[in-house]
């Protein structure tokens, strides 16, 4: 399966890439020299159902407000 990383190589520039979810190095779209994948951050989303989150919970609220609204 193909994906998109960010790789950065020794001269700092970063690029993204798509390639096999195993390619761990690359050349480089501006120098050509290797390029090492880097860890991207996680994306996480809170949870707005148990009110844990209150920001999420107004959030959702204000959403599913506002869709009924249009309906």
Known sequence: MFKV???????????EHFVKDST????CK?????AQR???????????FSGDFAGATLKWAKHHE????SD
């Open 5 to 15: 990383f960010d790789y950065l190589c020794p001269d700092g520039h970063l690029n």
């Open 30 to 34: 501006n120098c050509g020299r290797p």
């Open 66 to 69: 506002n869709k009924a609204k």
């Open 24 to 27: 761990l190095t690359v050349n």
């Open 38 to 48: 880097q860890l991207a951050m996680p994306r996480s989303v809170l949870e707005p």
